[in-house]
């Protein structure tokens, strides 16, 4: 069942940026840890990010640290992706996900498996 609403993506040249944005019901939202994957063409879903319910506490997949940068608006119920100095190697479906099994915790899981709404995910291709 999907919960979640990606948005934002596209087709950008290397070295230029890109902000994703996703919508999330009240109940994948609320008090949760939200996070964005991604799954790159004949590769597995990786994690990129994820945020407190707070918007307090982040954390980053390490290669990726100083060019993407999660936030959320807790008044939109939205969590974003901004993306900068991106690279052919960025290219795939970005997916955002939210943790809604324990609520109000300050975790931030990296797992795939901890996360249990989605969305359909959006195109993020990176080319000349």
């Known amino acids: 069942q999907v919960h979640l609403a990606e948005s934002g993506g596209g087709l950008v040249q290397p070295g230029m940026s890109l902000t994703l944005s996703c919508l999330a019901p009240?109940?994948?939202?609320?008090?949760?840890?939200l996070a964005w994957f991604r799954q790159a063409p004949g590769s597995g879903r990786e994690f990129v990010a994820a945020?407190?319910?707070?918007?307090?506490?982040?954390t980053y997949a390490d290669s990726l640290k100083g060019r993407f940068l999660i936030s959320r608006d807790n008044a939109k119920n939205t969590v974003n992706l901004q993306m900068s100095n991106l690279k052919p190697e960025d290219t795939a479906i970005y997916y955002c996900?939210?943790?809604?099994?324990?609520?109000?915790?300050?975790?931030?899981?990296?797992?795939?498996?901890?996360?249990?709404?989605w969305g359909h995910g959006t195109q993020v291709t990176v080319s000349s």
């Open positions: 996900a939210a943790k809604t099994t324990l609520r109000r915790t300050m975790n931030l899981p990296t797992q795939e498996k901890e996360y249990n709404h």
């Open positions: 009240d109940d994948s939202f609320n008090g949760n840890a």
């Open positions: 945020i407190s319910w707070t918007g307090s506490s982040t």
